[in-house]
Structures are given as structure tokens and as C-alpha cells.
């Protein structure tokens, strides 16, 4: 396993979590942890994986979905290959499996559509389940 998430549970509406997501190594499939932009994928049961939010290579720049934006934090964590989302005033609707995903983005201008668009990303962590409730 080269990325694992972690810090899923059970939190109330109004509630925070944290999720991490660290990579085994300094490297992924030979490539430096620093060079892969890092993002957050979501699935809700009965539902298509949409993008939460994604960060830059040197964690300069950070993307959100509309769903995120204001209560969610993404960030990263270079020397530790690790990356964030701290999420705030949960809400039921953000209940889903939340996977980690790297993806080079090699000569690719970043936005929130590049970012959003799964297919860019090359490596996935397994998911944390996170549960809202009302």
C-alpha cells in the first residue's frame, strides 16, 4: 500500500474531523512524494465519487469543491509525506467513504477542474469511512 488514509468516524453535525493520509515512503512508484499534487475523492453510498478538494505539489496552492469550500482545510506536509483535510461544521451530507488519491500533473496548469477530474490521478488510497450525524 503506497497512500492510506486514516481519521474517519463518527462525528455529530457541527462537528470536526480530521483525515490523514501518508504515503509508506518518501517516494511513490519511484517518484518523490513532493512531486505528485495530492487531492481528496469522496463517495456517498448510491452515489458517483466526487472531488472534495486537492493541494498543490509544494502545498501553495490549495482547490475545494463548492461542497467543502469555507468549512474545509486541505494541506500537506512534504517531510512527513502526509497530507490533510480538516473538516468543520460537518454536515449529514458529507457522510461517504473519503479516499486519498497523487497524481503528477506533469506540464498541466492547475485549477479546480484539473484537480477534480479523477482520472488524473494515478494512486488511491484505500477510503475512511466518515459518518455524519444529524
Known amino acids: 500500500v503506497q497512500l492510506q488514509a486514516s481519521g474517519g468516524g463518527l462525528a455529530q453535525a457541527g462537528g470536526s474531523l480530521r483525515l490523514s493520509c501518508a504515503a509508506s515512503?518518501?517516494?511513490?512508484?519511484?517518484?518523490?512524494?513532493?512531486?505528485?499534487?495530492m487531492a481528496w475523492f469522496r463517495q456517498a453510498t448510491g452515489k458517483e465519487r466526487e472531488f472534495v478538494a486537492a493541494?498543490?505539489?509544494?502545498?501553495?496552492?490549495?482547490y475545494y469543491a463548492d461542497s467543502g469550500k469555507g468549512r474545509f482545510t486541505i494541506s500537506r506536509d512534504n517531510g512527513k509525506f502526509a497530507m490533510y483535510l480538516q473538516m468543520n461544521s460537518l454536515k449529514p451530507e458529507d457522510t461517504a467513504v473519503y479516499s486519498c488519491?497523487?497524481?503528477?500533473?506533469?506540464?498541466?496548469?492547475?485549477?479546480?477542474?484539473?484537480?477534480?477530474?479523477?482520472?488524473?490521478?494515478?494512486?488511491w488510497g484505500q477510503g475512511t469511512l466518515v459518518t455524519v450525524s444529524s
Open positions: 488519491a497523487g497524481g503528477l500533473f506533469e506540464g498541466m496548469d492547475l485549477n479546480v477542474r484539473t484537480t477534480g477530474d479523477f482520472s488524473q490521478y494515478r494512486y
Open positions: 515512503k518518501r517516494t511513490v512508484s519511484g517518484r518523490e512524494f513532493s512531486s505528485h499534487v
Open positions: 493541494v498543490s505539489w509544494g502545498g501553495d496552492e490549495t
